[in-house]
């Protein structure tokens, strides 16, 4: 049962470009969501999050918007730089009494080409 | 900065034995996780950990998982009798707490049972 998806395994942008992640989510006990960025042989790194009272977050080069209604949310990073390529993750968290770790999508991988 | 820091890195070890996974988190957290990567598929949640006991644990920790923080600053995952299928990367991570606490991932350690 996947609460948590993301439906796209890999994406490619050039850089400069927008890159644009998708999540969606099944759960509405979802009222936390975060994004974390992954490398290949580390652990997953905090990115940004959204309280579900919010449609949108934005630090930096990072934005992430939240649809409750369609259950959707989508990290935009702009510019995006060769940096930026690393495995990202959606999740979330579920305030209705559920476990209190993090339900986490299967990831994409985003790759920045130059 | 400070990190959470996991011990080994890898351990390859015989179908039957017992593993113990350390972790080291951060010296101010209070809440601890176990979380884990099957290769090619998503993050899981395991068990979280505050005030000394168990909080929460999903299907996936069984009787054959158990977490202790013996000495303060360790938190340990244990698998009594490994399985093919308990072949991952493990990831420890811990947070400050709230609910908006992020969470803090160790590097992982890669688990292979023969």
């Known amino acids: 049962d996947q609460q948590v998806k993301q439906n796209s395994p890999s994406l490619s942008v050039q850089e400069g470009r927008i890159s644009i992640l998708n999540c969606d989510y099944t759960?509405?006990?979802?009222?936390?969501f975060l994004w974390y960025k992954k490398y290949p042989a580390e652990g997953p790194t905090f990115l940004i999050s959204i309280s579900s009272i919010k449609d949108k977050n934005e630090d930096g080069r990072f934005t992430v918007f939240l649809n409750k209604s369609a259950k959707h949310l989508s990290l935009h990073i702009v510019p995006s730089q060769p940096g930026d390529s690393a495995v990202y993750f959606c999740a979330a968290r579920d305030s209705g009494g559920g476990a209190d770790g993090l339900t986490f999508g299967k990831g994409t991988h985003l790759i920045i080409q130059p | 900065e400070p990190e959470v820091t996991q011990t080994p890195s890898h351990q390859v070890t015989q179908m039957g034995q017992e593993v113990i996974l350390r972790c080291v988190p951060i010296?101010?957290?209070?809440?601890f996780y176990w979380y884990r990567q099957i290769l090619g598929q998503k993050v899981e949640f395991l068990v979280s950990?505050?005030?000394?006991?168990?909080?929460?644990k999903s299907e996936i920790f069984d009787d054959q998982f158990s977490v202790e923080r013996p000495d303060g600053s360790n938190f340990t995952l244990k698998i009594r009798s490994t399985k093919l299928e308990d072949s991952a990367m493990y990831f420890c991570?811990?947070?400050?707490?709230?609910?908006?606490?992020?969470?803090?991932f160790g590097e992982g350690s890669r688990l292979t049972v023969l």
């Open positions: 010296s101010n957290h209070l809440y």
């Open positions: 991570a811990s947070s400050a707490g709230g609910y908006t606490g992020e969470l803090f």
């Open positions: 759960n509405s006990m979802f009222d936390y």
């Open positions: 950990f505050y005030n000394n006991e168990i909080s929460e």
